[in-house]
C-alpha cells in the first residue's frame, strides 16, 4: 500500500517560477488536504477538499492554487513563487478522521 | 478561538523517565483531540485520539489526559525511550461540522540513553 505520494520529494526554484506540486492517494478517500509546516509555526492549512470537483480555502492560501483532478489526486500550484513559500509542503487525505499524510515536498526558493 | 496553544517547543528526557506535552485551546465546539508523531524526513501520524467524553486513554506507553473545564489536553509518555525521539503535535476539531484540524506549534523530544 502506497498511501499518500507526494513529487517531488526536493525542489529549488528561483523567486518568479511556477510549479505544481502533485499528491496521489490509493486508499479511497473523500477529503483531501494541502499543508505547509515551518520552524515554530506547526501545521497550516492552505486548502482542503471534501470531495472530488470541490475544494475550500484554509489558514494561508494566498500564493497558491488547487485542483482536485479526480477522487485520487490533488494538486498545489505556485503561479509566482516567491521567499516566504520555502518550506516543507504537506498533503493528506482522509475516510474523516484520522488524516493520513505523504512525506512532503521540501520547497526552497530562492 | 480556533488557535490551539502546546508547549513546551522542545523536551529533552532521559530514557526511562516521563515526557509531558500539554495544550490548551478556545474553542468549546472542539470535540475531538488527537495527537501526530512525526519522524524526521517523514509525515506526521496519528499516535492516539480522544473525545471529551472521558478524562483519559491509555494506548501501551502513551496516555492522553482531558481537562474539559481547563480546556487542556497532555500527552503522557511513560518510560520514554530513544525511539520516541520525534515531534508531537496536537490538535482539535469540531467533528460534527468538519474533519479539519486545528494544530498546534509543534514538541521536539529528545530521549537520549
Known amino acids: 500500500n502506497a498511501g499518500v505520494t507526494q513529487t517531488p520529494k526536493f525542489q529549488v526554484l528561483k523567486t518568479g517560477q511556477s510549479m505544481t506540486l502533485q499528491c496521489a492517494q490509493d486508499m479511497n478517500h473523500n477529503s483531501m488536504y494541502w499543508y505547509r509546516q515551518d520552524p515554530g509555526m506547526g501545521l497550516r492549512l492552505i486548502y482542503y477538499?471534501?470531495?472530488?470537483?470541490?475544494?475550500d480555502k484554509g489558514e494561508v492560501p494566498n500564493g497558491y492554487n488547487v485542483s482536485r483532478l479526480n477522487k485520487r489526486e490533488f494538486s498545489l500550484r505556485l503561479e509566482s513563487a516567491a521567499p516566504s513559500q520555502t518550506s516543507v509542503y504537506f498533503c493528506a487525505s482522509s475516510p474523516y478522521q484520522p488524516q493520513h499524510f505523504g512525506d512532503g515536498t521540501r520547497l526552497s526558493i530562492l | 478561538q480556533q488557535q490551539v496553544k502546546q508547549s513546551p517547543q522542545s523536551l529533552i528526557v532521559q530514557k526511562g523517565g516521563i515526557s509531558i506535552i500539554n495544550c490548551a485551546y478556545e474553542?468549546?465546539?472542539?470535540?475531538?483531540f488527537p495527537w501526530y508523531q512525526q519522524f524526521p524526513g517523514k509525515g506526521p501520524a496519528l499516535l492516539i485520539a480522544?473525545?471529551?467524553?472521558?478524562s483519559e486513554k491509555k494506548e501501551g506507553r502513551f496516555t492522553i489526559s482531558f481537562n474539559k473545564s481547563a480546556k487542556q489536553f497532555s500527552l503522557h509518555i511513560m518510560d520514554s525511550q530513544p525511539g520516541d525521539s520525534a515531534t508531537y503535535f496536537c490538535?482539535?476539531?469540531?467533528?460534527?461540522?468538519?474533519?479539519?484540524?486545528?494544530f498546534g506549534t509543534g514538541t521536539r523530544l529528545q530521549v537520549f540513553p
Open positions: 474553542n468549546t465546539a472542539f470535540d475531538y
Open positions: 480522544i473525545r471529551p467524553d472521558v
Open positions: 477538499s471534501a470531495s472530488e470537483g470541490t475544494t
Open positions: 490538535a482539535a476539531s469540531n467533528l460534527r461540522n468538519t474533519d479539519k484540524l486545528i
